[in-house]
């Protein structure tokens, strides 16, 4: 399924917005049919009348609150996935409460009716927008399509504090350092380590600008008090695939070579925090003038942080060549 990301706001199938309108819809009409009207459903399959109507109703006010969520989600069901994961949610369980009746014994036709309307129907259509919202979150591209030009990411990413990266990028040399999500213990050890980078970064001249994968803003959170260093917002990692950057597997995240950085992270107290950004996305660090990759480190495994003295010293070699971390 194609999710096209541009920068922090993703587009959709059609067919989504239009499966929740559809269960909003329906859920709401349920939830007024079994309010105003408790008993002709039990009449209708011939069953007796529920002696507590109260919690007939009760399920009903319940089947309405799904609808208008449903409702609300359809605006923009990438952005309001949670409302569309309690759905799933609902619909397993009465799936599974279904399939626990009929393993003890066999339920009227009208009862496994009223479950396939209710909840089967939506279960696919909800499954498949929840994984849409997964891979969009974790800055999958769109199937197929070529990462951005610097040129195009130079025009289209802005700074933290408002300038394209390509107008800053022609004013001064960037030090653009890419970042896992915040969670990471190497993230948590470079946002430790900022103001060395930042010192290295002034001592030649060079700004230096942090990339990350949170919404714009989100970021606050963790470098907030450093608010001097510039920042780019790049949810869908459009700017990360603009520099080569890719995604780890087992051996790039969890291999032998990651052992020991971690373990000398942790013993300094860098600890570990809750995933914020993609947790298979590799870091980075470039220097970039008037739209080009002077030098670049594309990390190998996670544990690679940016060295900058090594970037800075590597432009003896020529501009446009790469080095790895040490």
Known sequence: ?????????????????RILVAAGIYHVLFAVWVVCWPNIYFDWI??????????????????????????????????????VLIGFIKFNLVIITLAVGLFEGPLPREIIGLVLLDDL???FPFAAILWASAQAHAGRPPSGAPPLTLE??????KL?????????????????????HFGCTFTRKILRELED??????????????????????????????????????PMCELYRSFGLGKGGFLELFGPRVWIPLIAALVKGCGVGHLAGDGLQLPGAFLLRDGKIIRGQ??????DLPDLPGLFKGLQDGPGTESVPA
């Open 1 to 17: 399924m194609v999710i096209d990301c541009t920068g922090s706001q993703c587009g959709v199938p059609r067919w989504m917005p």
């Open 160 to 180: 933290s504090s408002g300038e394209t990266l390509g107008e800053a990028a022609s004013q001064r040399t960037l030090v653009l350092v890419f970042l896992r």
């Open 46 to 83: 011939g069953c007796d009348r529920p002696n507590h109507p109260m919690l007939w109703r009760g399920l009903g006010f319940l089947s309405g609150a799904f609808g208008v969520g449903f409702l609300i989600a359809a605006r923009k069901p990438i952005r309001h996935w949670p409302l």
């Open 197 to 234: 980078l930042k010192r290295e970064a002034d001592r030649h001249d060079a700004r230096l600008v942090l990339v990350h994968m949170l919404a714009p803003g989100d970021e606050s959170e963790y470098i907030d008090e450093r608010r001097e260093i510039a920042r780019i917002a790049d």
């Open 298 to 303: 594309r990390a190998r495994t996670q544990a």
């Open 121 to 123: 129907i939506w279960w």
């Open 152 to 157: 195009e990411a130079g025009e289209r990413y």
